[in-house]
C-alpha cells in the first residue's frame, strides 16, 4: 500500500476520486470551493482544457518542491543542542 500522494498530475484525478467517492455533505467546504475553482466538483467530471493542466502540472511540481524544502530545511540550533554534562567532570573550579 502507497500512502504518498502521486507528485505529478494523477494527484488531481485521485483528488477528484475521493471527491466522487465521498457523501456530498462530508469534508470541508472551504476546501471543496478551491477544489470546485480547478474543476473537481462532486457528481462532475473533471476534464481540465490544456491550459488549466499545465497550470495544475506547475502547482504540483511547485507544492512538492516546497513540501520538500519545508520538510527537509536545516534544524534550529536550539533543537539540536545536547543536555548540559552532569556529574563531578562538569563541575567548575
Given at each position: 500500500?502507497?500512502?504518498?500522494?502521486?507528485?505529478?498530475?494523477?494527484?488531481?484525478?485521485?483528488?477528484?476520486?475521493?471527491?466522487?467517492?465521498?457523501?456530498?455533505?462530508?469534508?470541508?467546504?472551504?476546501?471543496?470551493?478551491?477544489?470546485?475553482?480547478?474543476?473537481?466538483?462532486?457528481?462532475?467530471?473533471f476534464k481540465p482544457d490544456a491550459?488549466?493542466?499545465?497550470?495544475?502540472?506547475?502547482?504540483?511540481?511547485l507544492g512538492n518542491a516546497a513540501?520538500?524544502?519545508?520538510?527537509?530545511?536545516?534544524?534550529?540550533?536550539?533543537?539540536?543542542?545536547?543536555?548540559?554534562?552532569?556529574?563531578?567532570?562538569?563541575?567548575?573550579?
Amino acid at each position: 500500500m502507497n500512502t504518498l500522494p502521486p507528485n505529478d498530475f494523477s494527484f488531481y484525478e485521485l483528488l477528484d476520486t475521493l471527491v466522487q467517492e465521498q457523501p456530498a455533505v462530508s469534508g470541508d467546504l472551504e476546501a471543496g470551493g478551491a477544489f470546485r475553482a480547478i474543476g473537481i466538483a462532486k457528481g462532475s467530471a473533471f476534464k481540465p482544457d490544456a491550459r488549466m493542466r499545465a497550470l495544475l502540472e506547475d502547482a504540483v511540481a511547485l507544492g512538492n518542491a516546497a513540501a520538500r524544502a519545508v520538510g527537509l530545511r536545516a534544524r534550529e540550533q536550539e533543537a539540536c543542542r545536547s543536555p548540559a554534562p552532569t556529574g563531578p567532570s562538569s563541575a567548575s573550579s
